[in-house]
């Protein structure tokens, strides 16, 4: 069965310092895709980033940074310069060849501190 | 602004109730899924629509429906509502009926059952 797994509840970043957030995974099948989504405390979902496993480079968008190692399964987002701005929660999510729905990590909550 | 709209914003009704929750999703977007995010379970994906029919079926109860018409809105049924089905619910769209791609999320509807 898939499987994805947060294990930081919680992160704390001094503004302007870069955080990673941890995201593993685990799958049998060789075509698979992860996200990166983002929920402010006003509540919408925010698309950041997607890696798809074939991808031969780690995904960046701005700020935001995909450091995916296959053979470890982890695709952990690494932001750049925090911002204020980028205290919310953030959910790792993945979608495998095939499926029609995304499956969510429990999510880490990073608070930017000023 | 992901361009996905859903109304209401905000749904307060007792137990028993029916409530429909309504989602338009991105112009050009065929695929329409419905996503529940609640305290104890996290976020879990519901249902998909592909171009008005169904494409897919994840955690949905037996007293929740979906249907999507041929604008390709889509309309989340919930009845017999129990206090555990208060919770935020997403509605997504993507172009394609395989999660390839990322989905784009709506901004939610809150649910609160008294």
């Known amino acids: 069965a898939q499987k994805i797994t947060q294990t930081q509840p919680g992160m704390f970043v001094q503004e302007k310092e870069a955080v990673t957030l941890d995201c593993t995974y685990d799958t049998s099948d060789p075509s698979y895709g992860l996200f990166w989504y983002k929920q402010p405390s006003s509540g919408e979902m925010i698309f950041l980033i997607y890696?798809?496993?074939?991808?031969?480079q780690n995904a960046t968008e701005g700020r935001y940074s995909l450091n995916f190692q296959k053979a470890r399964k982890s695709a952990n987002l690494v932001i750049s310069a925090s911002q204020l701005g980028d205290s919310a929660m953030y959910f790792c999510a993945f979608v495998w060849d095939g499926a029609n729905n995304l499956f969510f990590g429990t999510g880490t909550r990073l608070t930017v501190i000023p | 602004d992901s361009g996905v709209t859903q109304t209401p914003k905000h749904l307060i009704t007792a137990t028993g109730q029916r409530v429909t929750l309504r989602c338009s999703p991105r112009?050009?977007?065929?695929?329409v899924y419905w996503y529940q995010q609640s305290l104890d379970q996290g976020l879990q994906f519901l249902i998909q629509y592909y171009n008005g029919e169904e494409r897919a079926k994840g955690n949905i109860l037996e007293r929740f429906s979906a249907q999507q018409f041929p604008d390709l809105h889509s309309e989340l049924n919930l009845s017999s509502l129990e206090l555990g089905d208060s919770a935020l619910y997403f509605c997504?769209?993507?172009?394609?009926?395989?999660?390839?791609?990322?989905?784009?999320f709506g901004p939610g509807t809150r649910l609160t059952v008294t």
């Open positions: 112009s050009g977007d065929l695929s």
């Open positions: 997504a769209s993507s172009p394609q009926g395989v999660s390839s791609y990322e989905q784009y």
């Open positions: 890696q798809g496993s074939y991808d031969q």
